[in-house]
């Protein structure tokens, strides 16, 4: 195995065209990518002996659980933290996703993707700080279903990978779709359920999808996200009945 690791990064100050630098690291067991960053940040010199700024990236728990530290490696979104160099090819390349504002280097804005969070009420509105009580039992097999829904962290990377999320829609995108289903399904959320449908058959909202199924393949929580577009696709559609014969 070669001791050493070469790694090619696009830089983006938000002024200059962006262009790219390549620094050589020394491989040291069980790196990740977030390691290979900050040995970088350490000492920002590239592979040609020049000094140059530490990388701009953004990250947080480390964990693959808050999401912050998406990006594009070697072409294809996924996340920093657990990308281990050992499991890569080298040379290394690194690009911020490509469907967000860069802020820089790495970084970008996902503010996006919390503003249709927003939108389709994803949250369970609360009468109150007092004891309600147990809430209703859910059957196992939506409780399962629930649980696979709710390990998103609004990373950015079923975004990356939609191609019906680009700068000529405002398509919203397979996350909130399917946040909207998953609080919809809970018996508590479910009284906010003609809200959050009203919203997804909106204008950017599930007529955009195009089934792609990107979106379910490049998920780092392995979502069902297909499957969960699937049901709040039906779910619209009766709706949509109903909201004929309320007329």
Not at 72 to 80: E, F
């Amino acid at each position: 195995m070669n001791d050493t690791i070469r790694l090619k990064i696009k830089r983006n100050d938000g002024i200059e065209i962006p262009y790219w630098e390549a620094f050589t690291l020394k491989r040291t067991p069980h790196m990740n990518v977030i390691s290979c960053l900050k040995e970088i940040q350490k000492n920002p010199v590239t592979e040609e002996g020049k000094k140059t700024t530490p990388v701009i990236w953004d990250c947080n728990c480390l964990e693959e659980v808050c999401g912050a530290c998406s990006m594009l490696i070697n072409g294809k979104p996924r996340q920093a933290c657990t990308a281990l160099v050992d499991e890569l090819a080298n040379p290394i390349t690194l690009e911020p996703l490509k469907k967000f504002p860069v802020v820089r280097d790495l970084m970008v804005d996902r503010s996006f993707m919390f503003e249709n969070l927003i939108r389709i009420k994803g949250w369970v509105p609360i009468d109150g700080t007092y004891d309600l009580g147990p809430g209703p039992r859910l059957p196992e097999k939506k409780r399962q279903f629930g649980y696979q829904l709710s390990r998103c962290m609004t990373c950015g990377c079923c975004m990356e990978s939609c191609p019906n999320v680009n700068d000529r829609t405002h398509f919203m995108g397979p996350a909130a779709l399917v946040q909207a289903l998953y609080f919809n399904i809970s018996p508590t959320g479910e009284m906010n359920s003609d809200e959050r449908l009203e919203a997804v058959m909106g204008a950017g909202g599930i007529a955009n999808c195009g089934n792609a199924q990107n979106c379910t393949k490049a998920c780092p929580k392995e979502i069902p996200l297909t499957k969960g577009i699937t049901a709040l696709n039906r779910a619209t559609t009766l709706k949509f009945i109903k909201n004929l014969f309320d007329k």
